[in-house]
């Protein structure tokens, strides 16, 4: 029975970790129910050694990390007090995973897998590999290219590297390699593009680790999301740059790759323009004659705007909330500006004159205007205490 390559390299790497714990590890200091920091030390890389060889043999990841942390975390009870070693272990397993079950950011974490399981199964990644590589026919590498933002759109919505290269390798590998483009190269794009699942939000990673260390979400995805498109940039300028200087690694496309069939619909608009909004438009407000309804027309020209649309929406209302002015319902104004202005003295109030009063008032007034001999006096109305 002939071993492929890939089994011998696994194999031999498997026996190279195993030979190493077996001769340099102190077997006898890890058992003696005294461990030290050095012996501390070693067992943390025994226990990295064996998760690895456990991965590498099939073990299934979940159970691996699970058993291999409660052998260690027994071994590392059992130097403290080897009696309470097994309830400690015990107590410790209850409590992490109660712990994990009321973290309420780990539920963003299927939540995210389903909604990239939705996308996988409705074959929209496949509708839109195929309108990427027709898109960028003409650029040097259009596989490679429409690989890696397929990749990188693919990520936004799964976060997880194995889902993208899992996908893409079913979808992208068989096209590129019928396109006679150089296995490694296309491997290549495939693995880098598949990585960029771990800084483009929401990546799994992220939220893993937020969770763990206590720092923001959103924080870390606000600090990624520019890497992770920078990263993308840079594979997709090799690619094109690498196309070009050696094309025999990825051919172009032949002309029949390069075009596809149109529908009658389309063809008949065709007619108007080899832009899409512009013959859609002539079409719509021009004489009639196309063939065409008006309203096949102007059904058309609304999906085609639709994801202008909907960029701007997305764009416009963060933007005016992020700078809409704060409105404030304050009296502080107001009080500074009675304390600015002088201030007045209250006017009294005036009860209303009894008639002998007023006839008096009058009698005085005629006096006034008419003067009298000095020996006759103006009579003054007599002022009532006010108690």
Request: aromatic share 6%.
């Amino acid at each position: 029975m002939k071993v492929r390559k890939e089994l011998w390299f696994g194999f031999s790497l498997m026996a190279v970790i195993i030979v190493v714990v077996l001769v340099l590890t102190p077997w006898s200091n890890l058992f003696d129910a005294h461990l030290s920091k050095a012996d501390l030390g070693v067992l943390g890389l025994l226990m990295l050694a064996l998760i690895v060889v456990a991965i590498m043999i099939g073990f299934p990841t979940a159970f691996t990390l699970m058993g291999m942390g409660v052998f260690f975390a027994w071994l590392a009870y059992r130097s403290v007090n080897p009696d309470l070693a097994v309830q400690q272990v015990l107590d410790l397993f209850v409590q992490r995973t109660y712990g994990v079950m009321s973290n309420d950011v780990l539920i963003a974490i299927p939540l995210f897998l389903f909604m990239g399981y939705l996308v996988e199964r409705a074959q929209l990644i496949d509708r839109l590999f195929h309108s990427l590589h027709l898109a960028t026919s003409r650029v040097p590498g259009s596989l490679a290219v429409a690989t890696i933002v397929t990749c990188a759109i693919f990520a936004t919505a799964t976060g997880i590297i194995g889902a993208v290269v899992t996908l893409m390798g079913l979808l992208a590998l068989p096209a590129m390699l019928k396109a006679g483009y150089n296995i490694k190269v296309a491997a290549g794009v495939i693995t880098a593009g598949g990585c960029l699942g771990i800084l483009i939000p929401p990546s799994v990673l992220l939220i893993v680790y937020g969770a763990t260390a206590g720092v923001s979400v959103v924080q870390l995805y606000a600090g990624a999301f520019l890497p992770g498109m920078m990263l993308a940039g840079l594979y997709i300028g090799y690619v094109i740059a690498l196309a070009k200087w050696k094309p025999a690694l990825m051919p172009p496309l032949s002309e029949s790759d390069q075009r596809v069939p149109l529908p009658p619909l389309a063809r008949t608009l065709a007619q108007q323009g080899s832009h899409a909004l512009t013959g859609l438009w002539r079409a719509l407000t021009g004489p009639g004659g196309t063939g065409v309804s008006t309203r096949a027309v102007a059904g058309q020209l609304v999906v085609s705007l639709l994801p202008a649309l909907a960029i701007i929406v997305l764009l416009g209302v963060p933007f005016r909330s992020a700078t809409a002015p704060e409105v404030e319902a304050s009296v502080a104004g107001l009080i500074r500006r009675a304390a600015m202005s002088p201030r007045r003295r209250p006017r009294r109030s005036r009860k209303p004159a009894s008639s002998a009063s007023r006839r008096l008032r009058r009698r005085n007034r005629k006096a006034l205007r008419n003067p009298q001999p000095k020996h006759q006096k103006i009579l003054v109305p007599r002022q009532r205490r006010i108690n």
